[in-house]
C-alpha cells in the first residue's frame, strides 16, 4: 500500500465523519487540540498526522482509529 492511498483514504474518512457528526473544522481542531489550518491540511491530504494526532481526532470525534484508518479496506 502506498502513502498516498492511505493519505487518500483517511483524509476522506476523516472528512465523511467530520461532516456525520455536523461540526465545522474549528469545532474539531479545537477538541483535538490542533489548528484549523492544519486540520484542513489532513483533510485535503496535504499533511501526514502523526498517531497521537490521529488518537486526538478520534478521541474528539467519538470513533475508534479504524473508523477513520480501515486496516481491512487497506488490505484491498
Same mark, same amino acid.
Given at each position: 500500500? #502506498? =502513502? ?13 465523519? +467530520?461532516? +456525520? =457528526? =455536523? @461540526? ?13 489550518? @492544519? ?16 488518537? #486526538?481526532?478520534? !478521541?474528539?470525534?467519538?470513533? #475508534? ?8 479496506? !487497506? +488490505?484491498?
Amino acid at each position: 500500500m #502506498n =502513502k498516498e492511498k492511505i493519505v487518500e483514504i483517511f483524509s476522506a474518512n476523516l472528512r465523511a465523519e +467530520r461532516a +456525520r =457528526k =455536523k @461540526y465545522t473544522q474549528e469545532q474539531l481542531a479545537e477538541v483535538a487540540e490542533i489548528t484549523t489550518e @492544519y486540520l484542513s491540511k489532513i483533510e485535503n491530504g496535504k499533511a501526514c498526522p502523526t498517531i497521537l494526532v490521529i488518537t #486526538n481526532i478520534a !478521541l474528539a470525534l467519538g470513533v #475508534n482509529i479504524d473508523k477513520l484508518l480501515p486496516l481491512d479496506e !487497506l +488490505r484491498n
